[in-house]
């Protein structure tokens, strides 16, 4: 069992049903899924973007530990030279173990490797517990070779709880060591 999961049933599940009032267990704020996703703009001809996209499902691959689904456009747009179901990105959705895996690599490891890293934002909340990151570089995960990718990119991770408010899911985050940004002193 990841020692994240083991410390988020044993020391913060009691301290955010204390906090938050919670009388059941089911009640309490969790992680249920995260959502990785990366989007090609780059190249516009279609031919040209198989190999690309094959690249950056290798890249996802290795990150994540899991096979990722390529999505497709729904619709054709002439502006941008797009045709319904070329390949526009690549997403993944974690859950269970590869999820903690995840999370703990991202926290430990990812994160800090981020070039003059001052914390992650604190407003980036849906309204319903819900908390989207943007990583700039898919480079600071460390089991990226720097020689195989072909340029940098930025992807997007999405993490999903059953918090109903943007409090219980910052709190929720926090404990399990998420870096979020100092407030400015006034």
Excluded: C, H
Aim: charged letters at 25%.
């Amino acid at each position: 069992m990841s020692d994240l999961k083991t410390t988020y049933q044993q020391e913060i599940v009691p301290q955010l049903e204390k906090e938050f009032g919670i009388n059941n267990v089911f009640a309490v704020p969790k992680l249920e899924k995260i959502v990785l996703n990366i989007g090609v703009t780059d190249p516009q001809d279609p031919r040209q973007r198989k190999p690309v996209i094959e690249n950056i499902v290798t890249q996802f691959e290795t990150i994540s530990g899991q096979k990722p689904q390529v999505t497709l456009a729904k619709k054709s747009i002439a502006g941008f030279k797009l045709r319904e179901g070329d390949p526009m990105g690549v997403m993944v959705t974690l859950r269970g173990k590869r999820m903690w895996d995840f999370l703990t690599k991202l926290i430990g490891i990812a994160l800090p490797r981020v070039k003059d890293f001052r914390g992650v934002s604190r407003v980036a909340f849906d309204g319903q517990g819900n908390y989207s990151l943007g990583i700039e570089e898919q480079i600071i995960f460390p089991e990226i070779n720097y020689d195989s990718i072909e340029s940098v990119r930025s992807l997007q991770i999405n993490f999903v709880t059953s918090a109903d408010t943007n409090e219980q899911a910052y709190r929720l985050l926090e404990l399990l060591g998420m870096p979020f940004e100092k407030e400015e002193s006034k």
